[in-house]
T-cell receptor
Framework: GQSLEQPSEVTAVEGAIVQINCTYQ??????LSWYQQHDGGAPTFLSY????GLEETGRFSSFLSRSDSYGYLLLQELQMKDSASYFC?????????????FGQGTTLQVKP | DVKVTQSSRYLVKRTGEKVFLECVQD?????MFWYRQDPGLGLRLIYF???????EKGDIPEGYSVSREKKERFSLILESASTNQTSMYLC????????FGPGTRLTVL
């Protein structure tokens, strides 16, 4: 079967660093994406890793190790507005024909 | 600016009713998707479409059908709504990343 595993909940304090892990087992792999969803809102794209290594976008970074079927999202200098759900997703096909397989999501609570 | 719209934010229907959820995009994307989102279960793919008049089943198509008559519009149909179809329904388009609509929270009584 196809599955993605990520922690269900993470709590951290403002200003801290938090890492959300994602392990996957899928029949096809064409990259790992991360999406953020605030309560009551729609998921929005954060980052994409097609190759091994670290991708940095401001306070957020995402890492991929294809040999370990593992990735993580790193959030630095946490702010209250970062409280949200974070989903990892594997693309199972190349180009525009691939669809995404989503993990169950990690709820991040940032405390003052 | 990318825009995906869904016909309703909130919808209440009765068991057995036929329900239409509409999704419209203005990005000229070929790929469109329908998901349902339930607590603890993440986003589950119902149906998707890579082109006009083309449709593919996702992971949970039972009880649903779709229609893609025009490139910009992808409709999800519940032929006979049931209480277990109470959920948040999200439409998305894709070119590299996915762009989501605001969602429709459907309650079936």
């Amino acid at each position: 079967g196809q599955s993605l595993e990520q922690p269900s909940e993470v709590t951290a304090v403002e200003g801290a660093i938090v890492q959300i892990n994602c392990t996957y087992q899928t029949s096809g792999f064409y990259g790992l994406s991360w999406y953020q969803q605030h309560d009551g809102g729609a998921p929005t794209f954060l980052s994409y890793n097609g190759l091994d290594g670290l991708e940095e976008t401001g306070r957020f970074s995402s890492f991929l190790s294809r040999s370990d079927s593992y990735g993580y999202l790193l959030l630095q200098e946490l702010q209250m507005k970062d409280s949200a759900s974070y989903f990892c997703a594997v693309r199972d096909g190349s180009g525009n024909t691939g669809k995404l397989i989503f993990g169950q999501g990690t709820t991040l609570q940032v405390k003052p | 600016d990318v825009k995906v719209t869904q016909s309703s934010r909130y919808l209440v229907k009765r068991t057995g009713e036929k329900v239409f959820l509409e999704c419209v995009q203005d990005m000229d994307h070929e790929n469109m998707f329908w998901y349902r989102q339930d607590p603890g279960l993440g986003l589950r793919l119902i149906y998707f479409s890579y082109d006009v008049k083309m449709k593919e089943k996702g992971d949970i198509p039972e009880g649903y059908s779709v229609s893609r008559e025009k490139k910009e519009r992808f409709s999800l149909i519940l032929e006979s709504a049931s209480t277990n179809q109470t959920s948040m329904y999200l439409c998305a388009t894709q070119r590299d990343e996915q762009f989501f609509g605001p969602g429709t929270r459907l309650t079936v009584l």
